[in-house]
């Protein structure tokens, strides 16, 4: 196959590779943060909720949506869920292709020019009478993302060695945490200083929106040079049959590698719980802590800094002590996280928790894609099709997750929607006991 001719030549361990390699996660990182965590979420509750004119007072969070009314903070839940279950179904089959035609870095770029494009279009959504606009650009760019991701991810058991994939995991990693960073802190001082610059504070914000487009299509067309260039396979019929035949040929090996099998299902429930409080944790402190959009996005900056650090520390550990065991310590910070949540009520101790929450997410993160490189045939060049399975998973579990927080939040409130979360987590470790992977003295 022409992915053979590719990924062979690749050196291991090559520095210029890495680095931009780890640029991906710098460009794309801009939109995790800035739209999915930080700024967006705040934005959407902000223009869709009904004041009344007079004095100013909050009348209803209810939105209209495809003849529902609803919650925005719901709607906004069951978009992240519509999104990842529409880019879920078609990965399998898209990196099946690429795999089978070499066109990996094709479909890497396609998705990153539908993200950043999607970005750009948020700064036309200005409230109810455009929500449409609103919710499928956040859609579409949420698509964008986690269809790049997977072929992104696919490229690191072809660059590193195996005692190297943690520490080039996190290295990628915490590049995105850097350069999320850098990207926020001049949107927040954009908008925290709109009057001085003559803007008024939408506008400022939507501008936000369009910085975090550019930015992910300017930077990452750094990795897109460094990384090996796609040698397609010409394919003149037949592409999406040979997509799916490739894509059932790497089903079939993962049957015969339990491990593997076991992780990614304990990998299933353990990050649908991780996932969801990453994406509706703002919202969460909005509705249940009343905290302003100010403080979110500190609160979302402060996560993103101590996670830089928690991605090294947990890589470390794991030289230390192995990945099962990281991964379980992690898993078991989670569990108290979600019950911290659930007794959580003030702005202090929402801080303290956001930190730890900072902690452990860039870990759990980083040694999850590690650890399932280092579970796949060491010589195969189908890493778009085995991680295209290990991403639609997450995709999966994310909807399962923020379908039923939304819904959960919908009926009882959004505090018992954290606390479900807990049964994601001991289903996980349940699993994860039964994996075994490799001591560091046996890598």
Same mark, same amino acid.
């Given at each position: ?39 967006? %979420? ?27 009314? $609803? ?20 990965? %399998? ?23 950043? /494009?999607?970005?750009?279009? $948020? ?18 760019? /949420? ?13 690191? %058991? ?8 943690? #520490? ?25 200083? #709109? ?62 590698? %339990? ?52 991605? #090294? ?131």
């Amino acid at each position: 196959m022409s992915e053979t001719k590719s990924t062979s030549t690749i050196p291991l361990d090559d520095k210029k590779i890495i680095n931009g390699w780890a640029m991906f996660d710098w460009a794309n990182s801009a939109y995790a943060l800035v739209i999915t965590a930080a700024i967006f %979420p705040a934005y959407f509750n902000g223009v869709t909720n009904s004041y009344d004119p007079e004095t100013g007072d909050l009348i209803s969070k209810n939105v209209t949506f495809l003849g529902m009314t $609803l919650k925005n903070s719901t709607l906004f839940s069951y978009a992240i869920s519509f999104g990842y279950l529409l880019i879920a179904s078609a990965l %399998p089959l898209l990196t099946g292709i690429a795999d089978y035609a070499g066109r990996k870095m094709y479909f890497m770029k396609r998705f990153t020019i539908l993200g950043s /494009l999607a970005c750009l279009s $948020l700064f036309f959504f200005t409230g109810p009478e455009n929500l449409w606009l609103g919710v499928s650009g956040f859609i579409l760019a /949420l698509i964008g993302f986690a269809g790049g991701q997977v072929f992104y991810n696919s490229y690191l %058991p072809v660059i590193a060695s195996e005692k190297n994939l943690d #520490h080039v995991s996190a290295k990628g990693f915490s590049r995105g945490y850097i350069g999320s960073v850098i990207l926020l802190v001049f949107n927040l001082a954009m908008i925290t200083f #709109h009057a001085e610059l003559g803007l008024d504070k939408q506008m400022a914000t939507r501008i936000a929106f369009l910085s975090v487009g550019f930015w992910w299509i300017g930077f990452a067309q750094i990795s897109f040079n460094a990384l090996p260039k796609d040698i397609p396979t010409p394919v003149t019929k037949g592409v999406m049959r040979k997509g799916y035949q490739e894509l059932q040929k790497v089903f079939g090996i993962l049957k015969t590698l %339990p491990n593997t099998k076991r992780f990614l299902i304990a990998y299933f429930f353990y990050i649908s719980g991780v996932m969801t409080v990453m994406m509706l944790a703002t919202i969460f402190a909005e509705d249940e802590l009343k905290m302003d959009t100010s403080k979110l996005i500190i609160t979302v900056l402060v996560i993103q800094l101590v996670a830089i650090a928690g991605a #090294h520390l947990f890589a470390k550990l794991s030289t230390l002590k192995g990945n099962k065991f990281s991964l379980l310590v992690m898993l078991f910070i989670w569990i108290g996280i979600c019950l911290a949540a659930y007794l959580t009520t003030d702005e202090n101790q929402f801080f303290v928790l956001a930190g730890v929450v900072g902690l452990v997410m860039g870990g759990i993160q980083s040694l999850s894609r590690s650890t399932y490189s280092k579970l796949l045939p060491r010589n195969t060049t189908d890493t778009a099709s085995f991680f295209s399975f290990f991403d639609v998973l997450e995709k999966t579990g994310i909807v399962f997750g923020t379908f039923l927080f939304g819904f959960i939040g919908e009926s009882f409130g959004l505090r018992y929607s954290v606390l479900f979360l807990i049964i994601y987590f001991v289903i996980g470790i349940g699993i994860l006991l039964t994996v075994e992977v490799k001591t560091p003295e046996e890598v």
